[in-house]
């Protein structure tokens, strides 16, 4: 117990057709940079930074997934270990924003259930390219009830607070027994080694 | 084999282009896949139409498009045009269609394919070609291809070169481009698991960046002049023989010889119409002899010894 540097592990997922931004809002958040180089991701992907929140240390571990639909049986796969899934879409690409629904689909049929979905609205800083108004998005994640968020990974607007707002509702949603916090960590690492034992 | 199609010379923009011999839509038991060859048609070059109608569109006026290859498509939209262009007489008319839509609907042809464009069976031969970084072994591997797969690919790989030669625009690079398409036209040899799954990928995308960094001439070779007479019917085995021997294929496609027209349309036909509307300088007809296009017919196995790099 004496090694571990953190408290609790979270793991997330980015999810959302190709090319929204999913690798700049990950490559933003851990590293706190901004590439323009439109490089797809190959298959699946992921980072890690530790971030504290209300006193825990918790380390988010947060898989990047390819939004090439060749690649969705294997990103599929990671659905199922993941506490938290960011479903982004792309301000100024209508097509990412109709293929939210589908991609909704997707998390009910292969996430667990009690996993803490965010809908990001990305490249707001893109104003003269928008085609989706906040208002659709907002409305889109009422009707779901989803957080919501429009971000911009280039100048870097929501980005933290995306990623400090799903860690707090996933610490919000786990049990409340967190009197004992050794407890709390347990079911945690099973849940996280579920997917590499369940899988192979 | 061409489709006689006569027109006023002022009609000639209303024409249906391009123009490429219809393939009955095979006939499969049930939900069966199909393999490629029952797409083609039955001459060469062997290249199922829906292919050729897409890339024309896409090479018209969407080359600069961001992001070309990569942007999902709506399914729905994809699924509809895909049983269109299978199903229905008429061709579907793509200028209205969006960039993403008609890159979707290739893709998804694609992948309904019974086996990937690269058979999975010839996925090893090409991870040991790259391995032995020699452009050779992977042209041999190019070359075991059946002809139908040999033929789509080149014709599929001349156009990315051409997507890649745009790529201040559209982003869209020989990397990006094999990294988005590599899935849908290389198949997994093994039972994909978490561990070997990134090995894999790689390896798929690996294959298909050195085969879009292979010099255009070698890929228009196989479009030119069809290199397996074995698939061809009689005829044509005949007149490979009889005509080009030796000689360089180029004069075969020169109009000074009015046997060869028939065969000529059909090719450049599909060259010649992209070759209008994109900012390449190359034509079918200007290409350079090289000693890539010259043997043909009787030696095919020769052919495999010949080095493709003095082309480069």
């Known amino acids: 117990m004496a090694k571990k540097q953190y408290d609790l592990l979270f793991k997330l997922l980015l999810i959302g057709d190709s090319g929204v931004g999913k690798t700049c809002i990950l490559y933003r958040f851990s590293d706190d940079a ?11 992907d992921f980072k890690i930074k530790t971030i504290e929140l209300k006193g825990k240390k918790i380390k988010l571990q947060i898989w990047d997934t390819a939004g090439q639909e060749r690649f969705h049986t294997i990103t599929t796969s990671y659905y199922r270990g993941a506490m938290g899934i960011m479903l982004v879409y792309d301000i100024t690409n209508a097509r990412s924003f109709e293929n939210i629904a589908k991609w909704l689909r997707n998390i009910d049929e292969h996430a667990s259930e009690d996993v803490v979905k965010m809908l990001l609205g990305n490249k707001c800083d893109m104003t003269d390219r928008r085609v989706i108004s906040k208002e659709r998005g907002e409305k889109i994640a009422i009707d779901h009830q989803i957080r919501f968020l429009e971000t911009s990974a280039k ?29 709390s960590i347990r079911p945690v690492e099973q849940e996280s080694n579920k997917p590499q034992g369940g899988c192979c | 084999m061409y489709c006689n199609i006569r027109f006023h010379r002022h009609c000639q923009s209303r024409a249906p282009m391009p123009c490429v011999p219809k393939v009955p839509m095979p006939k499969t038991p049930s939900k069966q896949k199909c393999p490629l060859a029952q797409y083609c048609p039955e001459t060469h070059p062997f290249i199922p139409p829906l292919i050729i109608h897409c890339i024309v569109a896409l090479e018209r006026d969407r080359l600069n498009s961001e992001g070309i290859y ?12 895909y049983q269109e262009f299978l199903t229905q007489r008429k061709t579907p008319i793509l200028s209205s269609v969006e960039t993403e839509n008609i ?10 394919l019974r086996d990937s464009l690269i058979p999975s069976t010839s996925c090893d031969e090409f991870v040991r070609a790259i391995e032995s970084n020699d452009d050779q072994e992977i042209i041999n591997c190019v070359f075991e291809l059946a002809a139908p797969n040999r033929d789509t690919l080149a014709y599929i790989i001349l156009h990315l070169q051409k997507v890649s030669q745009h790529s201040e625009a559209n982003k869209m690079h020989i990397e990006n481009l094999a990294t988005v398409l590599a899935p849908t036209i290389i198949e997994y040899p093994a039972v994909v698991t978490l561990e070997n799954v990134e090995k894999l990928n790689r390896n798929q995308v ?23 007479a074995e698939f061809s019917n009689t005829r044509s085995i005949l007149y490979e023989t009889q005509t080009i021997g030796s000689t360089p294929i ?21 060259l010649d119409l992209q070759s209008d509307y994109s900012t390449s300088k190359t034509s079918v007809n200007s290409s350079p002899i090289t000693p890539i296009i010259q043997p043909l017919s009787n030696a095919l196995k020769g052919m495999r010894r010949i080095s493709f790099k003095a082309a480069i």
């Open chain 2, 70 to 81: 990569r942007l999902t498509s709506n399914a729905e939209i994809v699924g509809k045009l």
């Open chain 2, 206 to 228: 690996m294959i298909l960046q050195r085969l879009l960094k292979l010099p255009t001439e070698f890929w228009k070779s196989f479009l030119d002049s069809n290199m397996d």
């Open chain 1, 34 to 44: 901004f590439n323009t180089t439109f490089i797809s991701t190959i298959g699946i």
């Open chain 2, 250 to 270: 180029l004069s075969s496609l020169t109009p000074t010889k009015p046997s060869k027209r028939g065969r000529r349309s059909i090719i450049s036909n599909i």
């Open chain 1, 155 to 183: 100048s870097n607007i929501n980005i933290d607070k995306a990623f400090y707002d799903l860690a707090e509702a996933i610490l919000d949603k786990m049990p409340s027994q967190s009197s004992t916090n050794s407890m």
């Open chain 2, 103 to 112: 890159t979707g609907c290739i893709k998804k042809f694609l992948k309904e």
